[in-house]
């Protein structure tokens, strides 16, 4: 499950510090307070609740924690873990898109950078290539079906592109996704361009 928390956290543009549960976890966290802390109740060494209140008794309590059950996942578990100071508690199995959304707005309403070298920069979202392909698509005109025969791929498949498309670029149709990408500088009126960021993490450790 880490490998897949982590695959989403860079989704976000962050970093991901990807520890087994344990007090251990606490040596290895950067002076600046993370973005976001992703525990799971149940760790044994050291419980998610418990390590919750070290993080926010080194980073203060404005630092959003979500918490992550698959057997404590009845009405009262979930309000206690909430009264105790999570942000959010989410239980197994959860959806990946539904986490995404989860974290992305933990960290928004805690007004903290949302990428992971520590600084705003709302005008370089990080694109996949293919990410990059749909969106000049969108942009020219195309409708999804247009777009999966384009890229040869399924229409499902497109959608899912679409939806990461606009939870990066903070937007909620693909109307708005285009007059964002043309703001940007993502595309350009007349050719299917666009930006796409490095390979890799981004610099920074400003998530885990």
């Known amino acids: 499950m880490r490998e897949a928390v982590v695959d989403l956290v860079r989704r976000l543009g962050h970093d ?8 251990g976890v606490l040596q290895g966290l950067p002076a600046a307070p993370p973005a976001l ?6 760790a044994v060494t050291m419980s998610g609740l418990a390590l919750m209140r070290e993080l926010h008794e080194r980073y203060g309590k ?20 909430l009264l105790l100071g ?8 959860f959806q990946p898109e539904e986490l995404l959304a989860r974290m992305q707005r933990s960290i928004r309403r805690s007004g903290q950078p949302t990428n992971g070298n520590g600084g705003q920069q709302p005008d370089a979202p990080r694109l996949t290539v293919r990410e990059g392909e749909v969106l000049g698509l969108l942009a020219h005109g195309r409708n999804q079906r247009e777009i999966a025969a ?13 939806q ?7 937007v909620h149709s693909r109307a708005q996704a285009v007059a964002e990408a043309y703001r940007r500088g993502l595309v350009t009126p007349d050719s299917r361009t666009f930006a796409v960021g490095p390979p890799g993490l981004e610099s920074g450790t400003n998530g885990f």
């Not at 999570?86 to 199995?93: E, F, I, L, M």
């Open 16 to 23: 991901a510090l990807a520890h087994r549960p344990g007090r």
């Open 37 to 42: 802390a992703l525990l799971e109740v149940e």
């Open 62 to 81: 404005d630092m959003p924690v979500i918490l992550i059950s698959a057997e404590r996942t009845l009405a009262h578990d979930r309000t206690a873990g």
């Open 86 to 93: 999570a942000d959010d508690y989410v239980a197994k199995p």
């Open 150 to 162: 384009g890229l040869v791929v399924s229409e499902k498949t497109v959608s899912t592109h679409i």
């Open 164 to 170: 990461h498309l606009l939870l990066k670029l903070g």
